[in-house]
């Protein structure tokens, strides 16, 4: 099953219609690389279907959310985004720009840390969510800039 069908059996499965918006919706979810905010959903499907409402698009989020099809990601910036790719992997996410990058790395070690609190502390894992906080490479440069910049004005 595509990510487009898991979302929308998600929905019907918890008792929601399935409309043309939030089929939309979720072929926006299931086609984008990146981890969206809900204005950028409603704005990569609204080029589609005008006649949606940012209503709906947060009603639509909020149920996949509530079902576990989609995972809210706290970027730092008091803006929502959502994680729509249920395989193992790490969230890298950006303090300056707040933007959210996958790393696939090598999933033995996060097996072995998942076994090390397993054995350490009697804790049992039934899923996991891990990010990483710092600064990508852009803003990285950029803050580098803005130094050096502030160093010639002086």
Known sequence: MDKKERFLTALK????R???QRRAICEYLAQTRE???PYQVYEGVAQEHPEISLATVYNTLNALRDVGAIVPID????QTRYETDPAP???LVCLRCHRVFDYEGEPEAEDQLLAAIRAETGFQPVTKKMEILGFCPE???QKRAEIRQQLQDK
């Open 35 to 37: 981890h969206p905010t």
């Open 139 to 141: 803003c990285q440069a």
């Open 13 to 16: 499965q918890s008792g929601h």
């Open 18 to 20: 399935i409309t043309g």
């Open 75 to 78: 970027a730092g910036n008091e």
């Open 89 to 91: 992997h790490i969230n």
